[in-house]
């Protein structure tokens, strides 16, 4: 589905990711790792058009995205959630969602139709239905998260691209969150996340690619990467994780 050669990605100086290349088959869920600053979002801001990548190129479900605007791509069928949760701190959380189901799907939709759809998607995602008409300036963390993540569904996604959407919760909220990325695969949605918290990646990936300084130092499944010699020693240290 999602095919990614050879890219790398500089800033004045900086070289954020370096020859990378991996793929991400149908209905899988691959888990980006690594230390602080190893290039994970910046990989993830490439695929969904947001940065230009120096060199390399990105397919998507056979189409060359390698130059398209975030628009373009999220089209297509891929949404992003931030690391950062943005959003319209003034609108409402139903606003918010009503959005990206406008302007992200390629299905030509009315108001109503966008506003029924992101109602829906706010449930799904288990937003509190008595707040959907609060200024999301007004809410939790766990709260627009929940939003992020509807706000990403309405736009209708093949591939999702999760940037630790389990960071700042706490273990309870964490394995929620878990238990509905499991649902969001289930209804056929294939994700790529990045994601700190080892037990969260290692329960949820079919497999699991380590970028350190920029570069890919080893891909495979959950059991691979927590016995992988240079995973150990540059990310994971010696404790198990399985
Ligand atoms: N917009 C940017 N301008 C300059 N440098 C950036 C920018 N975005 C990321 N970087 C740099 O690229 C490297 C990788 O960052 P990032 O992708 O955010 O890492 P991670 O998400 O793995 O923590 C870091 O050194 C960071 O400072
Ligand atoms: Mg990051």
Redesign the pocket.
Known sequence: MLSIQNVS?H??G?T??KDVSFKVEKEEIVGLV??????????L?VVSGV?LPSSGSIIFDGTDITDKSPDKVCKLGIAKTF?LVHSFPELTALQNVTVGALFGSSEKINMKEARDKAEENLEYVGYPVDKINYPVKNLNIVELKRIQLARALATDPKLLLL?EVTTGLNPKESNDAVSLIQKIRESGITILM?EHVMRVIMNLSDRIVV?HH?EKIAEGTPEEIAKDEKVISSYLGRKTYI
């Open positions: 990605k800033f004045d900086i954020a990711i690594g230390p602080n600053g190893a290039g994970k979002s910046t990989l801001n940065y690391q940037d990045v970028l920029g």
